[in-house]
């Protein structure tokens, strides 16, 4: 479990900035979800934190450590996408194996993740299958394998739920609210969807254009929304 703290961050890809003094802290084993419309900077923000791009200005702390300048492999935070970008022509098991494969972890290791992961996700019997002989759903659950057989220090999902219809959404909804109370892992979550975030949030942080707008627990938002922004946008059912 860990921590993670944003100090001022700022991103531009030139000349246009499209994160502007971003502050927050992340506790230890809290489910974090980042919400706003589309355009908002969610995806920058996450991929700052994961390592995947630099800030153009202020630190990211992990566990107290300025982590800026460490690289993505050993941040320690896993990422899962929209897009599962699983490996088609390999088994859902080889899928899962393959990041701890490329850091050479022992077979026997590698083993016992993939089955505990499988397990987790109730994927033991489809360890064999490829992913084309997969729902969506089962797909999905296999890409948040991929991330927990890693181990890592923090959980980023980038809109995981946003390909799956409406019924599916809304069970994996409560799969991945099981999984945080299971696994008690740090985890930072972005999505669109309104619903998603105040059912699956410890605390949501909404975000407009690049800037945090009001950080509070789905009920404090729902109850005091700081400004008519966040009061349309916490209060618009999808
Ligand atoms: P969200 O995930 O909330 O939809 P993004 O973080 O993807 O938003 O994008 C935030 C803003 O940054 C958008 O205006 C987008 O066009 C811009 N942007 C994102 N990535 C790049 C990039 N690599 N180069 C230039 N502009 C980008
Ligand atoms: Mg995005």
Do not use: W
């Not at 030139?14 to 802290?25: A, G």
């Not at 980038?158 to 945080?180: F, I, Q, W």
């Amino acid at each position: 479990m860990s921590t993670l703290e944003l100090r001022a961050i700022d991103k531009s890809f030139d000349p246009v900035k499209v994160i502007h003094q971003v502050d927050l802290d992340v506790r230890d084993g809290e489910f974090v979800v980042f919400v706003g419309p589309s355009g908002c900077g969610k995806s920058t923000l996450l991929r700052l934190i994961a390592g995947l791009d630099q800030p153009s200005g202020g630190e990211i702390r992990i566990d107290g450590q300025r982590v800026n300048e460490i690289g993505a492999a050993d941040r320690g935070c896993a990422m899962v996408f929209q897009s599962y970008a699983l490996y088609p022509h390999m088994t859902v098991y080889a899928n899962m194996a393959f990041g701890l494969e490329n850091i050479r972890m022992p077979r026997a290791e590698i083993e016992t993740r993939v089955r505990a992961a499988a397990e987790l996700l109730r994927l033991d019997a489809l360890l064999q299958r490829k992913p084309t002989q997969l729902s969506g759903g089962q797909r999905q659950r296999v890409a948040i394998g991929r991330a927990i057989v890693r181990d890592p220090k923090i959980f980023l999902f980038d809109e995981p739920l946003s390909n799956l219809d409406a019924e599916l959404r809304v069970s994996m909804r409560a799969e991945l609210r099981a999984l945080h109370q299971r696994l008690r892992a740090t985890m930072v979550y972005v999505t669109h969807d309104q619903v998603e975030a105040m059912t699956l949030a410890d605390r949501i942080v909404v975000l407009r254009a690049g800037r945090i707008e009001q950080v509070g627990t789905p009920q404090q938002l729902h109850d005091r929304p700081d400004n008519v922004f966040v009061a349309g946008f916490i209060g618009s059912p999808r």
